[in-house]
Nanobody
């Protein structure tokens, strides 16, 4: 089993930047890792993911050009660099693993709060 710990959230103003980190421990070799977010009253949504072997990245349309996902396999850690933040980016951000190419994402970390004020 893998354990995930997110960090780096906080309160920022619109236009600011934040970098989130997600450190994995336990069974850390997976097909991919990703970031999701859940705003109050909304369902959890996909933000970005990166494959472990080739570093292939995927992004939600809402964050393309503003967010960058990266990984450090030696540290079993992924990052989410978030630039030009908007109030609509306010959410709890979760990381998760994808064990195989065809499996769903999970388990999940505990989440880190990102709040963007206007």
């Amino acid at each position: 089993q893998v354990q995930l710990v997110e960090s780096g959230g906080g309160l920022v103003q619109a236009g600011d930047s934040l970098r989130l980190s997600c450190a994995a421990s336990g069974r850390t070799f997976t097909h991919a890792m990703g970031w999701f977010r859940q705003a109050p009253g909304k369902e959890r949504e996909f933000v970005a993911s990166i494959t472990q072997t080739f570093g292939t990245t995927y992004y939600a349309d809402s964050v393309k050009g503003r967010f960058t996902i990266s990984r450090d396999n030696a540290k079993a850690t992924i990052y989410l660099q978030m630039n030009s933040l908007k109030p609509e980016d306010t959410a709890v951000y979760y990381c998760a693993v994808k064990a195989t190419r065809t499996s769903s994402f999970g388990p999940w970390g505990q989440g880190t709060q990102v709040t963007v004020s206007s």
